[in-house]
């Protein structure tokens, strides 16, 4: 037992004729296990669990003809697991878990009707699972077997080992699917996570309800597909854990949920859930950790929510929840993290839920419409590590009681409509390490010490009415500020003696103008229609906004014109402008199409236009122009190849950050392909058109080719791909013999882009040519040899273990060889693929991978 013993095992540990017990665990013993030199020492129980213990497990051990227990986990074992184990017809107990052994299971292992335990996890272990494994361990009572890399199917005969009572197979590559375990009466614990297990009709589900002991049922990281059915709510009243999180379950939550009053920890973020939330959730008064977060949730969050009141965390972000936020969540007085981030919430943000003083990790209520003020009770949050209001509607000061939140470490309060003087408290929250107030209507001196001094950690920018009293770079010095002022006022004098008289002739001017517009509305229904809702601008704003069309501001061309960076008035924000060349063959059926399809679409990963411009220019001809977000990280193509670039430094892009950019671009496409009322195909898919922001986050643009499915209801907008290719390299096969244009082409680009990502290589490469391409260059490498196709500065990445390799970047590789098939029916939806790929993102995010 644990007594700081050092050093090495003693040679002679094991030969003794009368030592029954070794307890040598928790300690700092190295070196190697000795060898049994003695034909059969009595030990019963050996146990050198958490030393350091290196080196392979002697084939001798098997000498040990009368053990009971052995037990040698989390230490440095190498090699393969000896065959003599199984030949000790005493072990009742065998644990090898943590340590770094490989190979396969020796088969006596599986056929040794003593054992009532044995834990082979967090090893290397491959191979198949025995198909007579049920009837071979017929006294098992633990099989722990998880983070190996195990793959086939679970075998039938499993749920025959009818004394188990924990199965863990978690981590693994398990395939098929999920057994009918009901035959284990005496089951408590369940763990089949991270594997591609599948759910078949589910029937699995009704088959548990008999297992009365059931205390966790643990399936995320699964590729279970389909409705959760009623018959949930039929699982043992001991369950405590239910997780199916990371999969790509559809269909709404069964209300028989609420049944499983013992639940403690319900997982189901991460899917493709729809309906709303029922309000028996509510029934679950033990509930302690609650995500439905990242799914397709839509109506109001139900006022039983507020029954949970031993909730520690609430996740519910990244769906489109509305109405306003339930007061009743106040009740939860045990919270430590509310996260309804990214919903269509409304309303004030009602002060009960600010005076959970529990709070003490994260709320986080950005990026919905609620509108009012910040509530004083903020004050009430001393706890409060993380507040992220921003992306809403919020007016007013920051609150004074704001200062009582002395341990914040990170306030986000950026666009909204906030106003007043920035408040000196700030500088003295010691703890604060982030600090975003940008785009809102802030005035005065900016304060000066604290976190002010620390310019990289806090954002002002978007407040023109700020100023400082030193020298900063970007904001004026407050003199400079009131003089510019008092200009203003004394032209704002100006103004109201001239405005009299020139308001008739502006009027007349108007009325002209009206007709004019009306005219050219007329002759261009697509522009009323994309227009009705946005403030149009005219020809003069572009010049003025361009600097009349600086060389500096161009960002970029392409076939049908080209693209300015550029300053509105109607916008603080600098804006991208995309003027079509008219001269150009298909420029104005370009500007008809991206029109027509910016009209029917809004995804949070689909470029958001501003307005647009159709006039005419200087000489009166037609003039056409679109305004977006400006994204200051330019395409994914520069970060891809700066080499391409006449200037700018190298961009590295992390494996993380390709993961996301990867599924930015999935959840857009899916959302195109499967959420739309009409379905819309992208068509021309390729890097130069996944613009990236400050966050890195991926937006889809030019929707320059972009069609619709041709439905009976839509006929008119549909077309065969005759004249509209894409972009080479991007372009499906069959594009090529003239086929119609469907989905599954946005699906063969997206892979091509994918695979451009993990290797670095464009698919327009030299290389790629007589037949050759990125697929097959990809494709003869995989899996074995990925290293030598994937971009080598992953590879320099010394976080990207080998682990890191097999887990995350051989599924992201798996994924771009599937969508890239040459036919288009061996191509995945991208519903599906969206899913894979947020399981990869989690299971990175789980291995720290950044």
């Given at each position: ?19 029954i ?9 190295v ?33 040990l ?79 722990i ?5 195990f ?18 197979l ?9 057994p ?12 089949l996570?991270?594997?591609?297990l599948?759910?078949g ?78 309000p ?17 949730l839509?109506?109001?969050i ?119 003087k ?172 991206e ?48 080499e391409?670039?006449?200037?700018g430094?190298?961009?590295?892009l ?6 996301n ?61 005759a ?128």
């Amino acid at each position: 037992m644990r007594n700081n013993l050092t050093g090495n095992l003693p040679k002679v540990l094991f030969n003794t004729s009368s030592l029954i017990k070794i307890f040598l665990q928790q300690n700092n013993l190295v070196g190697s296990i000795p060898a049994v030199i003695a034909t059969s020492p009595p030990i019963e129980y050996l146990d050198l669990r958490h030393n350091h213990i290196s080196g392979k497990i002697p084939s001798s051990i098997g000498k040990l003809s009368s053990l009971v227990d052995l037990r040698i986990t989390e230490n440095n074992l190498v090699g393969s697991i000896p065959d003599s184990l199984g030949n000790i017809s005493t072990l009742k107990i065998l644990t090898l878990t943590g340590n770094k052994l490989s190979g396969t299971v020796p088969p006596s292992l599986f056929t040794m009707s003593s054992l009532t335990f044995l834990g082979l996890a967090n090893n290397s272990l491959v191979g198949r699972l025995p198909s007579n494994i049920g009837y071979t361990l017929p006294n098992i009572q633990g099989l722990i077997l998880s983070s190996n890399k195990f793959d086939g199917p679970i075998p039938a005969s499993l749920p025959r080992a009818y004394n188990l009572r924990q199965l863990y197979l978690y981590n693994n590559s398990l395939t098929g699917f999920i057994p009918f375990f009901g035959s284990l009466p005496n089951l408590t614990e369940l763990g089949l996570s991270y594997n591609q297990l599948e759910a078949g009709n589910w029937g699995f589900v009704s088959s548990l309800a008999n297992c009365t002991r059931l205390t966790k049922l643990m399936l995320n990281g699964n590729s279970l597909q389909g409705k959760v059915p009623s018959s949930i709510g039929n699982l043992s009243d001991s369950l405590e854990w239910l997780w199916l999180r990371e999969n790509q379950i559809s269909g709404p939550i069964p209300p028989e949920i609420g049944n499983l009053k013992s639940l403690n920890r319900l997982y189901m973020d991460y899917n493709l859930i729809t309906g709303n939330i029922p309000p028996t959730i509510g029934n679950l008064h033990s509930l302690v950790h609650l995500s439905l977060a990242h799914n397709k949730l839509s109506g109001q969050i139900p006022d039983t929510i507020g029954d949970l009141v031993k909730l520690n965390s609430l996740k519910l972000d990244g769906n489109n929840i509305s109405g306003r936020i339930p007061e009743s969540i106040g009740r939860c007085t045990q919270l430590q993290i509310l996260n309804l981030a990214h919903n269509s919430l409304e309303g004030n943000i009602p002060s009960e839920i600010i005076k959970i003083s529990s709070l003490s990790e994260e709320l986080d209520l950005s990026h919905n419409y609620l509108s009012g003020g910040i509530p004083v009770e903020v004050g009430n949050l001393i706890n409060v590590n993380k507040i992220s209001i921003s992306n809403n509607r919020l007016s007013g000061n920051i609150p004074s009681t704001l200062g009582q939140c002395v341990v914040l470490e990170y306030l986000d309060i950026s666009r909204n409509k906030l106003s007043g003087k920035i408040p000196q408290f700030l500088t003295s929250l010691s703890s604060l390490q982030n600090l975003n107030l940008s785009f809102n209507n802030f005035g005065g001196e900016v304060p000066r010490g604290g976190i002010f001094y620390n310019a990289s950690a806090v954002s002002i920018e978007g407040n023109d009415d700020l100023c400082t009293s030193i020298p900063t770079g970007g904001i004026p010095l407050c003199s400079m500020l009131v003089e510019r002022k008092g200009k203003q006022n004394s032209s704002a004098l100006i103004l109201r003696i001239v405005i009299p008289t020139v308001a008739a002739v502006i009027l007349i001017l108007s009325c002209i103008a009206t007709i004019y517009w009306r005219k050219r509305m007329q002759a261009n229904p697509h522009l009323q229609e994309i227009g009705e809702h946005m403030r149009k601008i005219s020809y003069k704003d572009i010049v003025r906004s361009t600097n009349s069309f600086s060389q500096a501001n161009l960002i970029g061309s392409g076939s049908f014109g080209v693209v300015y960076k550029g300053s509105l008035k109607l916008q603080k924000d600098q804006v991208a402008i995309k003027i079509f060349n008219l001269n150009n063959y298909g420029a104005n059926r370009s500007f008809i199409a991206e029109c027509e399809a910016l009209r029917n679409v809004r995804h949070r990963n689909l470029v958001k236009i501003i307005t647009s411009c159709s006039s005419v220019d200087s000489t009166g001809a037609d003039f056409k122009a679109l305004v977006f977000q400006y994204m200051p990280n330019g395409n994914l193509e520069m970060w891809l190849h700066p080499e391409d670039l006449e200037h700018g430094e190298r961009h590295i892009l992390t494996l993380s950050q390709r993961i996301n950019i990867g599924l930015d671009v999935a959840f857009a496409l899916d959302y195109l392909h499967n959420q739309c009322a009409s379905p819309l195909i992208h068509c021309d898919l390729k890097p130069s058109n996944i613009l990236l922001d400050v966050d890195m986050v991926a937006y889809v643009t030019d929707f320059g080719l972009a069609r619709f499915v041709f439905t009976p209801t839509n006929a008119d907008s549909s077309t065969s791909l005759a004249c509209l290719k894409g972009s080479i390299g991007y372009i499906p096969p069959e594009y090529g013999m003239s086929k119609e244009i469907s989905t599954k082409g946005d699906v063969y680009s997206f892979g091509v882009l994918l695979l451009q990502m993990i290797t670095g290589q464009s698919p327009t490469d030299g290389k790629f040519s007589d037949g050759a391409s990125l697929h097959e260059f990809v494709r003869r490498a995989f899996p074995d040899n990925i290293c030598g196709v994937v971009d080598p500065a992953l590879l320099q990445d010394d976080r990207n273990t080998p682990e890191v390799m097999e887990k995350c970047v051989i599924p992201m590789v798996r994924i771009g060889l599937s969508c890239s098939m040459t036919s288009p029916k061996d191509r995945p939806d991208m519903g599906q693929v969206s899913a894979e790929i947020l399981r990869i993102k989690h299971l990175a995010s789980h291995m720290d991978v950044r």
